[in-house]
């Protein structure tokens, strides 16, 4: 909940510290399968692996960012001024 109104002045510290929390417990819990599961099933989802590392891994400025874990092809359309990104 404190992420979801990241761009208010008031609480932006509190969202920033919120999804630093879930990126961190995200990339213990994605750890922690790699560790502990089966190489079988390792190899049958590793795709889903490698799209889970990879948001893990982007940043805000970041091009070609994943916007929706289920529906890959999804990209953020700029609002505005055409000569705006």
């Known amino acids: 909940m404190a992420s979801r109104h990241f761009r208010h002045?008031?609480?932006?510290?509190?969202?920033k510290k919120a999804l630093?929390?879930?990126?961190?417990?995200?990339?213990?819990?994605?750890r922690e399968l790699q560790r502990k599961l089966p190489e079988s099933v390792l190899q049958k989802e590793a795709e889903n692996f490698a799209l889970y590392e990879r948001v893990l891994a982007?940043?805000?400025k970041d091009k070609n960012k994943i916007y929706s874990l289920h529906e890959n092809d999804?990209?953020?359309v700029g609002k505005g001024k055409d000569h705006k990104p």
């Open 9 to 15: 002045v008031w609480r932006r510290a509190k969202a």
């Open 20 to 30: 630093k929390r879930l990126r961190t417990i995200a990339g213990v819990l994605l």
């Open 74 to 76: 999804i990209y953020c």
């Open 58 to 60: 982007q940043q805000p």
